[in-house]
């Protein structure tokens, strides 16, 4: 069995799968923003619903936030937690001996969209857009082990004159206080041609680096996707140098399930590894 964590921003999913790939009952908690009390909340739940239960956990994979490096938390912008080894912690809490990897939420939202489409890309840039902007990149099925550090929406890019990060300008929280409204209620087609704009900038950045073969676009911004798409791929065809491939642009398709599903692929596709060593 392989217990999938999806740790939010404002909640956290726990779920667990079969060898099969079916997902069982999903258990929802608003996530603490403490530390501590986030992990005695998650133990409580995995060990009330599965250990007490004896029904044998194979490996436990978290989707979280911010850099992961070494199966680390090194640093988030909302948590505000750093160099947090959370797969130790919650294993000692538990008191089990099973794997637990840590992997960043954007990644493996990319991974879950880019496997489950139905012809497989060379390679994929997943860009989720809400209150900020991450990035997950996918080479052959798999997290692209080159990028799976890299932070798209921490790009310094020049906009309005000054250097800023692409989500400062350009996220749903942006758009909120640039526009006093949520994207739900903008239904000017001159709003969003502007907020296209925003969105080309970090896309003009991206595409001529990593040449993907498609974009998908999830988060809060990307259930909108209809609204800006057309001035989005305008902007990049006459600011894209002619030589550069324009990439094809999706919608996620399973915006609320791509983390946990995701952790279910990153799991399996470790473990495969693991037992060919």
């Given at each position: 069995?392989?217990?999938?964590?999806d740790t939010?921003?404002?909640?956290?999913?726990?779920?667990?799968?079969?060898?099969?790939?079916?997902?069982?009952?999903?258990?929802?908690?608003?996530?603490?923003?403490?530390?501590?009390?986030?992990?005695?909340?998650v133990?409580n739940?995995?060990?009330?619903?599965?250990?007490?239960?004896?029904?044998?956990?194979?490996?436990?994979?978290?989707?979280?936030?911010?850099?992961?490096r070494d199966?680390?938390?090194?640093?988030d912008t909302?948590?505000?937690?750093k160099?947090?080894?959370?797969?130790?912690?919650?294993?000692?809490?538990?008191?089990i001996?099973v794997p637990?990897w840590i992997?960043?939420?954007?990644?493996?939202a990319?991974?879950?969209?880019?496997i489950?489409l139905?012809?497989?890309p060379r390679?994929?840039?997943?860009?989720?857009i809400?209150?900020?902007?991450?990035?997950?990149?996918?080479?052959?099925g798999k997290?692209d082990?080159n990028?799976?550090?890299?932070?798209?929406?921490?790009?310094?890019?020049e906009?309005?004159?000054k250097l800023r990060?692409?989500?400062s300008?350009?996220?749903?929280?942006s758009?909120?206080?640039?526009?006093?409204?949520?994207?739900?209620?903008?239904?000017?087609?001159?709003?969003?041609k502007h907020i296209?704009?925003k969105?080309?900038?970090?896309?003009l950045v991206?595409?001529?680096?990593?040449?993907?073969?498609?974009i998908?676009?999830?988060?809060?911004?990307g259930?909108?996707f209809?609204?800006y798409?057309n001035p989005l791929?305008?902007?990049?065809?006459?600011q894209?140098p002619?030589?550069?491939?324009m990439?094809?642009?999706e919608?996620?398709?399973y915006?609320?399930?791509?983390v946990?599903?995701?952790c279910?692929?990153?799991g399996?596709?470790?473990?495969?590894?693991?037992t060919?060593?």
């Amino acid at each position: 069995m392989l217990i999938a964590i999806d740790t939010g921003g404002t909640k956290t999913l726990i779920t667990a799968f079969n060898r099969e790939g079916e997902p069982g009952v999903q258990y929802r908690m608003p996530t603490p923003h403490d530390a501590t009390e986030y992990l005695h909340t998650v133990r409580n739940i995995i060990h009330q619903n599965y250990i007490a239960k004896h029904r044998p956990v194979d490996v436990i994979v978290i989707g979280i936030r911010g850099l992961i490096r070494d199966n680390q938390l090194q640093w988030d912008t909302i948590f505000q937690w750093k160099n947090l080894d959370l797969a130790t912690a919650l294993n000692d809490l538990l008191d089990i001996d099973v794997p637990i990897w840590i992997e960043n939420d954007a990644n493996l939202a990319g991974l879950s969209e880019t496997i489950r489409l139905p012809e497989q890309p060379r390679n994929s840039l997943y860009v989720t857009i809400s209150t900020g902007i991450g990035t997950g990149i996918t080479a052959d099925g798999k997290i692209d082990p080159n990028m799976a550090l890299s932070e798209g929406g921490q790009m310094l890019i020049e906009y309005d004159g000054k250097l800023r990060t692409w989500e400062s300008f350009a996220s749903g929280k942006s758009i909120y206080e640039t526009y006093d409204m949520l994207a739900q209620d903008i239904t000017s087609p001159a709003v969003w041609k502007h907020i296209a704009d925003k969105l080309s900038r970090g896309f003009l950045v991206m595409i001529p680096m990593i040449m993907p073969d498609i974009i998908i676009i999830g988060g809060s911004i990307g259930v909108y996707f209809d609204r800006y798409i057309n001035p989005l791929k305008h902007y990049l065809r006459t600011q894209l140098p002619e030589h550069i491939p324009m990439p094809k642009f999706e919608q996620a398709k399973y915006p609320e399930e791509a983390v946990i599903y995701g952790c279910y692929y990153y799991g399996i596709q470790r473990l495969s590894e693991s037992t060919t060593e």
